[in-house]
């Protein structure tokens, strides 16, 4: 199958400039800027906030140091943005009752996912991963300073499956590798109440020592409200994730994390879906 080859940076600003305009102009409809100008109102003011502009202040993408395809981006969603995503996942119905703890869709995301979707490729790309200097403080253990692999960001639709998990104070999720039948590259934004979320080695497989006890040990990943995990290659195959909320095991910086109701959506890609052709 052929590829597609990978836009430089510079043509890539200058196409993003194109579709989505500049800082100033906010009237075209595109879904990027759609998402951002919808996300900047205050469903309860009507307050507007000044759009920030799409290539100052990109946010911040921080490798996890023991895990390749590991990273978090801490500052994803302003609380405005949650709020807003919050009121999209109600007006789905959602959180209707206390006992409805997920919700998927599967093909044709709802217009939020897509513009979420998007917001997502735009800001990888605005993390300035596919330039040709190397901030090697930046990059994760294998050297890639890219927070998403390039050949994932720009497969089409970049997901088309959803998953909204409700949790409960203490509920959360046993230890897993994402199903198969999904592709490489997940994402998960955060909501309300912030949790640990740990990993560990899959796979018995490694021998020496030291990969034995790293096989036991467990890696906490602090999830706050707003932040996005992009998961793929050795984290997405070789590592489980779980989220414990048991009393005792949402510890952070020596304290209990306390616990309200935690929302997170998921974006994956189902195997073997093809690309629609032009
Ligand atoms: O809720 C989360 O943050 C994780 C959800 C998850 O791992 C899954 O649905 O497979
Ligand atoms: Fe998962």
Redesign the pocket.
Same mark, same amino acid.
């Given at each position: 199958m052929k590829r597609k080859s990978v836009p430089k940076m510079e043509e890539l600003k200058s196409v993003l400039r194109e579709a989505f305009g500049g800082s100033s102009s906010d009237s075209d409809g595109e879904s990027s800027h759609e998402w951002r100008r919808r996300l900047q109102i205050n469903d309860s003011s009507d307050e507007i906030v000044k759009p920030p502009s799409i290539f100052e202040d990109p946010q911040i993408w921080e490798a996890i140091a023991e895990i390749n395809g590991l990273w978090i981006c801490r500052d994803f969603l302003s609380s405005v943005q949650q709020s807003s995503l919050l009121s999209a996942l109600e007006k789905e119905g959602y959180f209707a009752e206390d006992s409805h703890n997920q919700a998927m869709r599967f093909g044709d995301l709802p217009p939020w996912a897509i513009d979420l979707s998007q917001y997502i490729r735009e800001n990888v790309l605005l993390s300035d991963c596919l330039s040709e200097s190397t901030d090697l403080s930046r990059s994760d253990k294998s050297g890639t300073t890219c927070p998403f692999a390039p050949e994932l960001l720009w497969r089409e639709p970049l997901f088309n499956q959803l =998953?909204v998990?409700i949790?409960q104070p203490g509920e959360g =999720?046993c230890a897993?590798v994402?199903l198969m039948r999904f592709e490489d590259g =997940?994402a998960?934004v955060?909501l309300e109440s912030s949790?640990v979320?740990h990993f560990s080695l899959a796979e018995a497989e490694y021998k020496n020592a030291e990969e034995v006890n790293r096989e036991f040990a467990k890696i906490p990943v602090l999830?706050t409200p707003g932040s996005l995990?992009l998961m793929w290659g050795e984290a997405r195959y070789l590592w489980k994730?779980e =989220?414990n909320r048991k009393p005792g095991f949402q510890k952070w910086d020596g304290h209990d994390i306390d616990q309200k109701r935690?929302t997170?959506v998921?974006l994956r890609r189902l195997c073997g879906q093809t690309e629609p052709t032009q």
């Open positions: =998953i998990n949790y =999720i897993h994402d =997940i998960i955060s949790c979320m999830l995990i994730h =989220i935690r997170s998921t």
